[in-house]
């Protein structure tokens, strides 16, 4: 399969952020939750395509636990970085924090892994093989790392499913 040169954590790691108006409340007067891993998709998908330069789509939306609630006059922070790549797909992390902003204080609302895969096709009509991402700091290492431990455990789950699914 053709493979793209590899490039560092930090070409395509950005922040991005979004108010949060009275319409994305919830009749509690906090955040709707959905609005987290709709707004966090969006994000690793841009910081996805920011590494690849292909289209890609998400497979997997893993682990969002919303850890605190987020008010009105909040603003969410999304910081998004390339965690690891495989072949086709990669892993991107969010990390998602309330922040005040006249305070500048953040609260850590959730993390999530985004599973994306490539959508471009090589002249063998093969998915185009994602440029290696290189991770140069400590943190960066690490989350290489446990990306690997955690897509073992999504493809064991995908695998279960896809059977359940023969037989269901
Ligand atoms: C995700 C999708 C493209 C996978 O298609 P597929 O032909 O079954 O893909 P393959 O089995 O060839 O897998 C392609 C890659 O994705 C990875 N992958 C796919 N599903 C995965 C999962 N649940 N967990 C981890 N990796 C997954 C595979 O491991 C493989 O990775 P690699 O090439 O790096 O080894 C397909 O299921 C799909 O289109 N799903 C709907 C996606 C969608 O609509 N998203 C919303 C719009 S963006």
Request: with cysteine; charged share 25%; glycine share 6%.
């Given at each position: 399969?053709?493979?793209?040169a590899?490039?560092p954590?930090?070409?395509?790691?950005?922040?991005?952020?979004?108010?949060?108006?009275?319409?994305?409340?919830?009749?509690?007067?906090?955040?709707?939750?959905?609005?987290?891993?709709?707004?966090?998709?969006?994000?690793?998908?841009?910081?996805?395509?920011?590494?690849?330069?292909?289209p890609?789509?998400?497979?997997?939306?893993?682990?969002?636990?919303?850890?605190?609630?987020?008010?009105?006059?909040?603003?969410?922070?999304?910081?998004?970085?390339?965690?690891?790549v495989?072949?086709?797909?990669?892993?991107?992390?969010?990390?998602?924090?309330?922040?005040n902003?006249y305070?500048?204080?953040?609260?850590?609302?959730?993390?999530?892994?985004?599973?994306?895969?490539?959508?471009?096709?090589?002249?063998?009509?093969?998915?185009?093989?994602?440029?290696k991402?290189?991770?140069?700091?400590?943190?960066e290492?690490?989350?290489?790392?446990?990306?690997?431990?955690?897509?073992?455990?999504?493809?064991?789950?995908?695998?279960?499913?896809?059977?359940?699914n023969?037989?269901?």
């Open positions: 399969m053709e493979r793209l590899g490039k954590v930090s070409d395509s790691a950005f922040e991005h952020r979004e108010r949060v108006f009275p319409h994305h409340l919830n009749p509690g007067n906090i955040l709707y939750g959905g609005w987290i891993p709709f707004w966090a998709d969006s994000v690793a998908a841009l910081c996805a395509e920011r590494h690849c330069g292909i890609i789509v998400t497979a997997v939306m893993d682990g969002i636990h919303l850890l605190c609630p987020v008010t009105k006059n909040d603003v969410l922070l999304f910081k998004a970085s390339v965690n690891r495989w072949d086709s797909s990669c892993e991107v992390g969010v990390k998602i924090y309330a922040e902003p305070t500048r204080h953040l609260r850590h609302v959730a993390t999530g892994y985004f599973v994306m895969v490539s959508m471009a096709l090589g002249p063998d009509g093969k998915r185009i093989s994602m440029p991402v290189i991770p140069e700091t400590e943190d290492k690490r989350r290489f790392k446990q990306a690997a431990v955690r897509n073992r455990r999504r493809k064991a789950e995908r695998k279960k499913m896809l059977k359940e023969q037989t269901a």
